[in-house]
């Protein structure tokens, strides 16, 4: 018997080993969700916002490396997949959108919410398509998933209402050819690179996740170079640890100055897997060396001298092949030597400004006098507790803004931790879905989303998923009752702060009205058994912790121009009308 388009589509999701889909029901997908209702093993999670599925599609893709998969019905839910897809697309990760869309016979009528899919996610998508014949299938949808796999992106396949219950002629199934090529550079490129890096007196590493699955060779690498290794944000996963004694932590805003200072007193840069996009933190004048899987991504940051198009495990294999002999001892390693230096005095600092008993010290006081008055709990506090009691094995997501901030500094990615977060996008709202769809992988995983109160806020009816699908999250919400990074840009351009204050209600109250469980620290001294009953309480929790609104993020390079801009701002915001809300 010919099987319908809706009953092909989900049996080939799976056969392709997809176990969860995620999106709102709507009529236009009322085939295709009932499929996978009488279909076993695979589940529909029902969110509450279509924008939240596709974010939870997106993060399973991205630590699993396979095929997340979101749908959104006809109109608007399709539209409010976009921005969670543009994050997939911009973190390169295998995404398929099914779209529902208006009956077939009344395409391009202007008929009621019909929008046109193919326009929609045309700069969004590496594959799009609208079914318009039960038998352009299975073909259509095995060409959506191959692009998709194979050009790491968003696939949307769009499917008119009444097309699902229709039958194929054939009974042919989808099939799927997925073997994963590795490309290797040219061999000349190759040894071209190693004479360069073996004429170098100071090598560093900036290393991006794109050679996380090369971690050994890697570490090999920086061995041979006596390199420091600073490492991009989503490289944390994978590189850090008290067993890589090469990593120096990031640059950039979110970075350190040991970071900073490794690129900058290096003659040669070894760039591996990564992307990193700013271009104020690349020195100028040293000699560069890229390895990417993407021949587009070469030079296109920073001036490259050597070029290497391949696999990033191959070709650091091919270029220790070629790098002179390490045993000989003729390397060098103050350069690493100092910049560790660095790094260990900087984590020094770093680890007092996180003890919870720092205010009550001289120093602190006196701190406390200039930036924290109301004596709110530090969010550097909060973050290195989690950092304590979280598992080994724990996955990790952030809210963009000074969410992720605290992540980068205190949070460490040992043992088998992994951390996933709009890095790319850099939107709002993503850390709570990203976490559910993390959690729906392995309801034996310790998930921890480091939320925004600002981003928490923009998609907080999917606590009621989390609750539903009894998954147990744990939401750590960083309440400091501002949008903060746009607080301290403001700031740090000389502007006094406005429009960045946010009315919030108490959080854990209001997950306590969702049937999460609710937890809210106020005071410095409970913030340590709070987190720990957070994480020793069954199914989903909300931890709400007030935390100072006026901490500052130091960037690893600080200028002069930022620090005079912070103290004009403040000047202002301190002579602001007595009639102005402050938020406090």
């Known amino acids: 018997m010919a099987r319908t388009v809706a009953r092909l589509i989900v049996d080939a999701l799976s056969e392709l080993g997809v176990r969860q889909?995620?999106?709102?029901?709507?009529?236009?997908?009322?085939?295709?969700?009932?499929?996978?209702?009488?279909?076993?093993?695979?589940?529909?999670?029902?969110?509450?916002?279509?924008?939240?599925?596709?974010?939870?599609?997106?993060?399973?893709?991205?630590?699993?490396?396979?095929?997340?998969?979101?749908?959104?019905?006809?109109?608007?839910?399709?539209?409010?997949?976009?921005?969670?897809?543009?994050?997939?697309?911009?973190?390169?990760?295998?995404?398929?959108?099914?779209?529902?869309?208006?009956?077939?016979?009344?395409?391009?009528?202007?008929?009621?919410?019909?929008?046109?899919?193919?326009?929609?996610?045309?700069?969004?998508?590496?594959?799009?398509?609208?079914?318009?014949?039960?038998?352009?299938?299975?073909?259509?949808?095995?060409?959506?998933?191959?692009?998709?796999?194979?050009?790491?992106?968003?696939?949307?396949?769009?499917?008119?209402?009444?097309?699902?219950?229709?039958?194929?002629?054939?009974?042919?199934?989808?099939?799927?050819?997925?073997?994963?090529?590795v490309s290797r550079p040219d061999e000349s490129a190759v040894?071209?690179?190693?004479?360069?890096?073996?004429?170098?007196?100071?090598?560093?590493?900036?290393?991006?996740?794109?050679?996380?699955?090369?971690?050994?060779?890697?570490?090999?690498?920086?061995?041979?170079?006596?390199?420091?290794?600073v490492l991009t944000l989503k490289a944390k996963a994978g590189f850090e640890g008290h067993d890589n004694p090469f990593q120096v932590g990031q640059t950039g805003l979110i970075g350190n100055p040991a970071a900073a200072a490794a690129l900058d007193d290096a003659d040669t840069l070894l760039l591996l897997g990564t992307d990193f996009p700013y271009r104020d933190w690349y020195p100028e004048g040293r000699t560069v060396v890229q390895v990417d899987t993407e021949a587009t991504h070469i030079g296109r940051r920073v001036p490259v001298e050597v070029g290497l198009v391949g696999d990033t495990g191959a070709t650091v294999r091919d270029l220790l092949g070629h790098l002179a002999d390490g045993t000989e001892g003729a390397r060098d390693r103050s350069h690493l030597e100092k910049a560790r230096e660095r790094f260990d005095r900087w984590r020094g600092g770093q680890a007092r400004l996180a003890d919870p008993a720092h205010d009550r010290s001289v120093v602190g006081r006196v701190r406390s006098a200039l930036d924290n008055r109301a004596h709110d709990i530090r969010p550097e506090a909060l973050a290195a507790v989690v950092d304590r009691v979280a598992a080994d094995d724990a996955v990790f997501t952030s809210d963009t803004g000074m969410a992720t901030v605290w992540l980068s500094r205190f949070v460490e990615m040992r043992g088998e931790r992994r951390l996933v977060g709009s890095y790319n996008l850099g939107s709002m709202a993503n850390a709570m879905p990203q976490a559910l769809g993390a959690q729906c992988l392995d309801r034996d995983r310790q998930v921890v989303a480091f939320c925004g109160d600002g981003g928490l806020s923009m998609l907080l009816g999917d606590l009621m998923t989390l609750k539903t699908h009894r998954l147990p999250v744990r939401l750590v919400v960083f309440d400091n009752r501002r949008l903060g990074m746009v607080k301290l840009e403001q700031e740090q351009a000389g502007l006094p702060e406005f429009g960045t204050v946010l009315d919030n209600p108490d959080f854990a109250a209001v997950a306590e009205a969702m049937g999460i469980t609710g937890i809210r620290v106020t005071d410095p001294a409970e913030l340590e058994d709070g987190v720990r009953r957070a994480f020793r309480t069954e199914g989903p929790v909300l931890l709400d912790v007030l935390t100072n609104p006026d901490e500052v993020a130091v960037p690893a390079k600080p200028t002069v121009e930022q620090g005079w801009g912070f103290a004009v701002a403040k000047m202002k915001e301190v002579v602001r009308s007595h009639g102005e809300p402050s938020g406090h």
């Open 21 to 181: 889909v995620f999106g709102v029901v709507g009529d236009a997908l009322n085939p295709v969700t009932d499929a996978i209702r009488t279909t076993e093993g695979l589940e529909w999670v029902g969110c509450r916002h279509e924008e939240a599925a596709a974010f939870a599609a997106s993060a399973q893709s991205q630590l699993t490396g396979t095929l997340g998969v979101c749908m959104g019905t006809v109109g608007p839910g399709s539209v409010h997949l976009l921005n969670g897809l543009y994050d997939a697309a911009k973190s390169h990760a295998p995404v398929l959108a099914i779209a529902g869309q208006v009956p077939l016979a009344e395409l391009g009528s202007d008929y009621f919410q019909e929008v046109d899919n193919d326009a929609l996610f045309s700069d969004v998508a590496v594959f799009r398509a609208t079914v318009t014949s039960p038998d352009q299938l299975p073909q259509m949808l095995e060409t959506a998933v191959r692009n998709a796999l194979g050009r790491k992106g968003v696939a949307v396949l769009t499917v008119p209402g009444d097309l699902g219950e229709r039958e194929l002629t054939t009974d042919r199934p989808a099939r799927f050819s997925l073997n994963a090529p």
């Open 191 to 229: 040894r071209r690179a190693a004479e360069l890096l073996d004429r170098s007196e100071r090598v560093t590493l900036l290393v991006g996740e794109g050679a996380r699955a090369a971690r050994e060779d890697v570490l090999t690498l920086a061995d041979r170079l006596a390199a420091p290794m």
